[in-house]
Every structure is written in structure tokens, then in C-alpha cells.
């Protein structure tokens, strides 16, 4: 082994991650290391990694510690570490647009009235999303003012709500 095979290479690990639960995991996704250590008598510079799962939870979500190692092609058993953290979470509530405004109608003669809106809609940066709600577009409304409530969740739990009203005067 050259002299200059004893030493390691230097190694700078990339950024932590931060991703949903489904992100890819992979380097070129979380992000490669670097070193400034130029190739030389002692061969290339290489990396490797390893993954240890430091939490799971309930909802795919997942922190990892990746560690990554560098060394040379021709003293693989000289090597420098650093530690990359890699957490896959949803912690963001779906996003709703086009929320319908408060409707103030008039009722027939019954005190009724049928009411139509179009529905918000709602997406999420990590999953599906499923939509309850209190009324649909069409129901039939007394005298008073009713609440309409959209609730949107995501796979996670993670839900925002929407509130409009109708009025019947």
C-alpha cells in the first residue's frame, strides 16, 4: 500500500432531507456527498452509505440517519464518515381553492329551498385527498341559516375545513 493510500479522503455530506412518505429515497433524490480530495496514486475517491431507521410512525413516516462513508478505490479500509438525516413526513393540510361564497336565497312558499354551488376543491402535497360534507350542491334548505361544512383529509390525518353559509330569508 502507497503512503499516501493511509490517509481518507475528506467527505462533505449533502443537506438533511426533509420529504413526504413517499419520496424516493434514493441519493439522487436526498443528495450525494462531495469531496475535495483529488483522485490520485491511491485511486478514485468512493462513496458508499448505510441507513439506520432512527423512528417509524403510524403514517408511512419515517426518520433515517445516513451514514456516508468515503475512501479510496485502493484502500477501501481507510475511510471518513459524515451523518445525513432524511425524515419522509406529511405535516401539511391539503390546500383548498375555489370556496364557495355565502348564498342568501329566498324560500317558496313551503319555507324550502333548493340550493346549488359549485364544490371547493382540494389537493395535497403527499397524498390523496377525501372530502366530507355536511350538504351536497342541490340539497334543500329550511328557513334560517345553515352551515355548510367541506372537511379535506389527507392520508395522514392532516385536514383543513371550509365553512359557508346559506341564508333563507
Known sequence: VKACCNNAPSITCPPDFV???ETSMSPGTTGYPTSNTPNGSCGQVMFDYT???LSQGNCWDKKIKRTWKAYFSQNPSQYTTCDQIIEL???KAPVVWECPKDITVEPGPDCQVCVGWTPPNAMDNCSNVTVTSSHSPGA???AGTTTVT???KDACGNEAA???RT???
Open 19 to 21: 420529504g413526504c412518505p
Open 51 to 53: 441507513d439506520l431507521v
Open 89 to 91: 413526513k406529511d405535516v
Open 140 to 142: 334543500w334548505f329550511g
Open 150 to 152: 367541506y372537511t379535506f
Open 162 to 164: 371550509l365553512h359557508a
Open 167 to 169: 341564508r333563507n330569508l
